[in-house]
Structure formats: C-alpha cells, structure tokens
Nanobody, 125 residues
Framework: QVQLVESGGGLVQAGGSLRLSCAAS????????MGWFRQAPGKERDLVAA????????YYADSVKGRFTISRDNAKNTVYLQMNSLKPEDTAVYYC??????????????????WGQGTQVTVSS
C-alpha cells in the first residue's frame, strides 16, 4: 500500500507557473504507474498527465500539452507536475494517483488504486 501527499498548489495569475509535487510512502514506488488528475467544481475528475514506472513514457491531455510536464524521481519517491502558461480554465483541485503496474497506464480515475488528498490550483485572469 502507498500513501500520497500532494503539495505546491496555490493562487497564480494567468501566464504564471506552479510546480506540484506528490510524495509517496513505501518502498515500491518505482513499480507504480502515476497520474495527475484534476477536478473543477461540478465537473468530472479528468486525467491531465500520466507517467510510466520508469519515467520513460508520458501522456498529456490535449488541453495541457506543451504547457505541463510530468516527471518522477524514484529515488525520492516523488512525482512532479510542472505547470507553465497557466490559464483560468486550469483552476481545479489536482490529485495524484498511483497504480501498482509496470504497464504504461492512460486511464480514467477508477483504474487507479491510490489517491492523494488533492491540492487546490487557482489561476486568476
């Protein structure tokens, strides 16, 4: 089992940047596929970015492609989401999620087994 704790959210002006971190407990972090999701009020929780256990393969939703970068440091049990050129429509609670698999996982939220508590990102216009 793994516990996930997000940090790095906050209030930023449009065009600004934030870097989210997700720290995982446990010794098997390197065997987990990881994802970042976001959920705005009244909307579903959507996959924003995903990364394979090794960090070699990544996926981005069209809405963030070219602006966000997902990465991981298995030695630090941490996955990151660098968010640049932020827009008001990026405002949401951001969650990291994990699934113990060596497969590259691009999937909806029910496929992930473990979740963080979420961190609020607010982008002002």
């Amino acid at each position: 089992q793994v516990q996930l704790v997000e940090s790095g959210g906050g209030l930023v002006q449009a065009g600004g940047s934030l870097r989210l971190s997700c720290a995982a407990s446990g010794r098997t972090f390197s065997s987990y596929a990881m994802g970042w999701f976001r959920q705005a009020p009244g909307k579903e929780r959507d996959l924003v970015a995903a990364i394979s256990w090794s960090g070699v393969r990544t996926y981005y939703a069209d809405s963030v492609k070219g602006r966000f970068t997902i990465s991981r440091d298995n030695a630090k049990n941490t996955v990151y989401l660098q968010m640049n050129s932020l827009k008001p429509e990026d405002t949401a609670v951001y969650y990291c999620a994990a699934k113990p698999t060596y497969k590259f996982l691009v999937a909806d939220s029910p496929e992930y087994d473990y979740w963080g508590q979420g961190t609020q990102v607010t982008v002002s216009s």
